[in-house]
């Protein structure tokens, strides 16, 4: 174990560069700091997947600190095998969002960067807090600066789409908040561990479900709190939309899996079925919606409602492999959203227009976008040998043990996800150029491929080697279902 | 003079040198016309009657004057916040009396007595002391909204003002005479004996003594449906005046309201904790929804005014000395997040009054705007700022006391209520500049915004900070 204190490093250190951001000048100034800062992060938070012990469901890399003593709260910082691979995809894609808005973002940069670098901090910390009030407080520390992400540097109609997002969010969380109050309240304590192993009285458990749900289902989106999805990831800038699509619906996924199952054991089960139905519903609603779409990041928008189905279907079937596919597929959508989300964002900067219509043919006047292009897509239909198709395995499998039906609808979840995409590929790559398209520089410079190597580097690693994150969550999964006796 | 009568002026060390502070100005009125005389001296006071009341032993209550005032951690608590309040009020109101030619001497002088009234009130221990001490600091407060003689706004809120608070007045003192009649007696501990005892006879009129205090203490502090006068005046006042309004008075009404309750009328609790809840509600969801509607950045921030007042009012109402405690915090941490948004609209002048001046402000003065930022964000109640904090433990009494849907409704209309403050910030971040950038702030209006900033910040992050004293006797 690491003699310093990783974990509050790894989630203060953009903080403390979003504060040098502020005090610089210059705009370069604060491109390259952030660019510095976040790859420092990333650095300093590869310590946590090497020196992982995957055989133990305990915390690890743990910190604590007096911080409430009043209350009796204490700062609390540790990661288990559910954790530990979102803080490294949040750290990574924090790289690369700094890298993608190095020209994209040309007015008020240091403003810019300064956001971006308090977002990193809130979803690194959020993955890394042990105790409710520091997970409340990251989780609201996010929507601040992905408020003015969107409706600062967004796109035309973003300061509607902003307010919607805010008040979404903060409508969800402060449910949570009073659901936070009311645990404090009854067990004196909102230190995970601790209130797992005390157990949270039963007849509260069904209301407190209730509230916390309120939260999580906002944040996944789950279906019918997800209409806020698309406008927001429409709207943000490129970077917003990845972290977004990335980190922030995995916030909401995250708490089903940290708070809601080992804490409301009871209620879990009385609500499976509705659980299941919504998410079934997502994921198929959601895959009609998406076919609907003329507009490149609304589509990739929409998909996300119907990936992140797959989710929740996985978490709600209690079982081993489904929990487990649906953490991996929660990491696979963050790779697989950010890449599509970069992709658009690289060819819009171009082409200014998101409009499938006027795209095409740009696979003869960008080959090299058009191969990582199509890398992505295939990799989001669940393509064997690609990353999703291992989660979507797992989800699917686990949902027919569950019912035939819920995985019968998984699987016309999938095939409608191929269409799709598939779909999407062919009128923007294939076919003739279309000449709106003329005297564009479309193809990808080094910056710009440098940004989707590593993605497209994880699609096929975690394709073919799923055990890269999956060797990580057997023991805390296990740990989790049998916990107030899930299973 | 006797033993007790020293050791009473003892205990009334803080407003003894407000007031003396408040006779020196008057005196000298005329000689230092035109400088910052009154501001400096204005400081001192405030800063030596917080330092006074601070150091003050609290360990046990100390009664003065036969019973009439106390010392106690709870008295001390609410006098240093009141004089921060005049402290930061004062620091404010530089750049307004210059620009309105306002009398210095007289109008610092009528800030000091104020402050000395609520200090009397948050001591008190009879009714007949809290009714004096309120009345001084309204009585000062109806000049103050109307002290910009030739404006007929000032003048037109300062009369609704006085006609509705004469008026409240008038309620809470025919409450006490109900409270004598029924216990013999208008002290606070002896109220509580006849009541407990059972001397009184419990009944329509017990509950109509206590209806008409709570509906008197309920105009101090502008909660619903005793509300109607404050958007009024604070947008007839001086933004300095509103924001000194909205502070202080409100932390003595709350604090009077709190002593009232839990220590002489802890007989009646029953009626009176439901009496203080429907407030509460009623407040909470008012104040956020009226305040959608509002262009004027003093009416919004007076709508916000009445929905804290009503969040504050959530932990009397679980009628505990830990819900008491709650108010405390809360009372504590929106005097600074109201002073700092209030402060923002003072030193953006014209343009502050309203909300389209906010256009562009990011863009153009970006602290600033940050500054802004963070006092709405304290008022909506996000984690890391003191309105976070003071949301939390008010939230937390109303569920001890097993007030759950009142708990929800209150958080609700939070949400209503961030998209009231967001408005703001939108125009702030969101907007193109309509006007040119805002001069220069005077270097007090920075200081009192940066102070209010400073507390608002450090009782986020370390919610505990205030715990040690925000404690119910």
């Known amino acids: 174990m690491s003699e310093y204190p990783i974990l509050s490093i790894a989630t203060f250190l953009p903080l403390v560069g979003a504060a040098l951001v502020l005090l610089g000048r210059s705009d370069a100034f604060a491109r390259w700091i952030s660019l510095i800062i976040t790859l420092a992060t990333l650095v300093v938070c590869l310590p946590l997947y090497t020196g992982f012990d995957r055989t133990s469901s305990a915390l690890q890399f743990v910190e604590s600190a007096n911080w409430i003593p009043a209350w009796e709260i ?60 520091l997970f409340f407080v990251f989780w609201e520390l996010m929507v601040v600066p992905m408020f003015l992400l969107i409706g600062v540097w967004g796109g035309p109609a973003r300061v509607a789409s902003a307010v919607k997002f805010l008040l979404f969010t903060l409508a969800g969380s402060v449910l949570m908040l009073v659901g936070m109050v009311a645990i404090y309240h009854s067990c004196g304590s909102l230190d995970f561990v601790v209130l797992a192993e005390a157990g949270i009285p039963a007849e509260q458990q069904a209301w407190l479900f209730v509230a916390f749900l309120a939260a999580f289902a ?8 997800h209409t806020w999805l698309p406008d927001a990831h429409t709207e943000a800038p490129t970077a917003g939309s990845v972290i977004l699509a990335g980190v922030l619906l995995k916030m909401g996924a995250y708490g089903l899996l940290r708070v809601s199952l080992p804490l409301f054991p009871l209620a879990v089960q009385q609500f499976l079925t509705p659980m299941l139905v919504l998410s079934v519903v997502a994921i198929v609603y959601g895959a009609y919606v998406t076919l609907m779409q003329t507009d490149v990041k609304r589509l990739i928008a929409y ?34 959203s950010g890449a599509l989300f970069l992709c658009v964002g690289m060819i819009y900067e171009r082409t200014h227009t998101r409009e499938i219509a006027d795209y095409g043919g740009v696979a003869r006047r960008a080959p090299i976008y058009a191969s990582l292009l199509a890398l992505f897509c295939l990799a989001a239909t669940g393509f064997p040998g690609l990353n999703s198709f291992v989660g979507e395995l797992l989800i699917v499998g686990a949902a027919f043990r569950s019912g035939v039906w819920w995985g019968a609808l998984a699987i016309w979840g999938v095939v409608l ?42 699609a096929v690693a975690l394709g073919l080697a799923p055990d890269l994150v999956l060797s990580g969550l057997h023991a805390s999964v296990g740990e989790l279902l049998s916990t107030g006796g899930l299973r | 003079m006797s033993a007790d009568m020293l050791v009473g002026l003892g205990l009334m060390v803080p407003e003894l040198i407000l007031i003396a502070t408040a006779l020196v100005l008057l005196l000298v009125a005329r000689r230092v016309k ?30 003065g004057f036969g019973g009439m005032i106390v010392q106690d951690g709870y008295s001390q608590f609410f006098k240093v916040l009141i004089a921060m309040a005049l402290l930061l009020g004062a620091l404010l109101s530089v750049s307004s009396v210059k620009r309105d030619e306002i009398p210095r001497g007289e109008f610092h002088a009528l800030l000091l007595l104020a402050t000395a009234g609520m200090m009397i009130s948050v001591s008190a221990l009879d009714l007949l002391t809290l009714y004096l001490g309120l ?60 009541l407990s005892g059972g001397a009184a006879q419990s009944g329509p009129l017990l509950g109509l003594a206590v209806g008409l205090v709570a509906a008197g203490l309920a105009f101090k502090v502008a909660a619903v449906p005793f509300h109607a006068w404050a958007p009024d005046a604070y947008e007839g006042a001086a933004a300095p ?32 904790t439901t009496i203080l809840l429907i407030l ?91 500054c802004m930022l963070l006092f709405l964000l304290a008022l909506t109640g996000i984690p890391l700022t003191a309105g976070f904090t003071a949301k939390f433990v008010v939230i937390l009494a109303a569920v001890e006391a097993g007030h759950v849907a009142l708990a929800v409704l209150a958080v609700l209309c939070s949400v209503v209520s961030a998209f009231v403050y967001m408005r703001v910030a939108v125009l702030m971040y969101m907007s193109p500049a309509s006007e040119s950038a805002p001069e220069r702030f005077p270097v007090s209006v920075s200081a009192a915004i940066a102070l209010a900033a400073l507390v608002v910040l450090v009782g986020g992050i370390l919610p505990g900070s205030l715990a040690p004293w925000a404690v119910f006797p």
Not at chain 1, 426 to 452: D, F, H, Q, S
Not at chain 2, 136 to 152: A, F, H, M, P
């Open chain 2, 241 to 272: 005046v509103a924001a000194f309004m909205a502070s202080g008075p409100k932390a003595a009404g709350l604090a009077a309201l709190g002593r009232v309750s839990l220590v002489a009328l802890g007989g009646a609790s029953e009626l009176l």
């Open chain 2, 34 to 63: 035109g400088t910052q005389v009154p501001l400096a001296l204005t400081v001192a006071g405030a800063l030596s009657s917080a330092w006074f009341a601070g150091a003050a032993s609290c360990a046990e209550a100390i009664t």
């Open chain 1, 417 to 458: 996800g191929t269409v799709y995409m598939v779909w999407l590929f062919y009128r923007v790559v294939m076919g003739p150029t279309n000449p709106g398209l003329e005297g564009l520089k479309l193809e990808l410079n080094a910056r710009e491929v440098a940004i989707l190597a590593p993605l497209a580097v994880l």
């Open chain 1, 74 to 133: 204490t700062y609390g910082m540790g990661l288990d095998g559910i954790s530990m691979p979102f803080v490294l995809l949040a750290a990574l894609l924090s790289v690369l969002c700094v890298g993608v808005s190095w020209t994209a973002v040309g007015s008020r940069v240091r403003e810019f960067h300064a956001a971006l670098l308090v977002t990193e901090t809130a979803m690194i910390g959020l993955f890394c807090s042990t105790n409710l009030l």
């Open chain 1, 303 to 336: 998909s996300s409602v119907s990936h992140m189905g797959f989710v929740t279907l996985g978490i709600f079937t209690l079982d081993q492999a489904g929990v487990e596919g649906a953490i991996l597929q929660m990491i696979n959508h963050g790779i697989l």
């Open chain 1, 218 to 225: 906002v944040k996944v989106p789950m279906f019918p709190v």
């Open chain 2, 280 to 370: 509460a509600g009623a407040s909470i969801v008012l104040g956020s929804v009226i305040a959608l509607s509002q262009t004027n950045m003093k009416r919004l921030l007076a709508y916000s005014s009445i929905a804290h007042a009503g969040y504050a009012l959530l932990g009397l109402g679980a009628g505990t000395s830990a819900g008491a405690t709650a108010t405390m915090t809360y009372a504590f941490f929106y005097v600074f997040m109201t002073l700092g948004a209030f402060g923002m609209v003072v030193a953006l002048g014209k343009r502050g009054r309203n909300l389209d001046g906010y256009r562009g402000l990011a863009e153009q003065r970006p602290l600033a705007a940050a």
């Open chain 2, 135 to 194: 009345e001084l600091t309204t009585l000062c407060s109806y000049v103050l909204v109307g002290i910009r003689v030739d404006r007929k706004s000032s003048n037109e809120a300062a009369i609704k003002y006085f006609l509705m608070g004469s008026f409240a007045s008038a309620v809470l003192l025919m409450g006490i005479s109900l409270i004598y009649g029924l216990t013999g007696s208008t002290e606070f501990t002896a109220i509580a004996t006849a």
